[in-house]
């Protein structure tokens, strides 16, 4: 499984931004993708996941309203739409890839993207 995200930048406080996240390798019905960051000088923290067969999503309590992850299956494509952007959501956003179906916890996460900077200027 490869997974390569993109679409960070610099962003002014209630700016939008979305990141995708190509994933490839395999076909991911029985996987479920989500969306991680890592703000400096902290631990990585769980944003959203999205169960790829189904679609059922998830969020941090932080980013509920703001953010909305989807996927285009045809594509194998992940995204994350991220509005109303706050500078506390300044981190590397990486994507990442679970077999099965699971929550926020990073160690179910076997794949990973090599990270997205997103800065959210005040």
């Known amino acids: 499984v490869q997974l390569q995200a993109s679409g960070g930048g610099l962003v002014q406080t209630g700016g939008s931004l979305r990141l995708s996240c190509a994933a490839s390798?395999?076909?991911?019905?029985?996987?479920?993708l989500g969306w991680f960051r890592q703000a400096p000088g902290k631990e990585r923290e769980f944003v959203a996941r999205i169960i790829w067969s189904g679609g059922s999503t998830y969020y941090t309590d932080s980013v509920k309203g703001r953010f909305t992850i989807s996927r285009d299956v045809a594509k194998n494509m992940l995204y994350l739409q991220m509005n109303s952007l706050k500078p506390e959501d300044t981190a590397v956003y990486f994507c990442?890839?679970?077999?099965?179906?699971?929550?926020?916890?990073?160690?179910?996460?076997?794949?990973w993207g090599q990270g997205t900077l997103v800065t959210v200027s005040s």
């Open positions: 990442a890839a679970a077999i099965g179906i699971q929550g926020y916890t990073s160690n179910a996460y076997r794949y």
């Open positions: 390798g395999r076909t991911f019905n029985s996987y479920t």
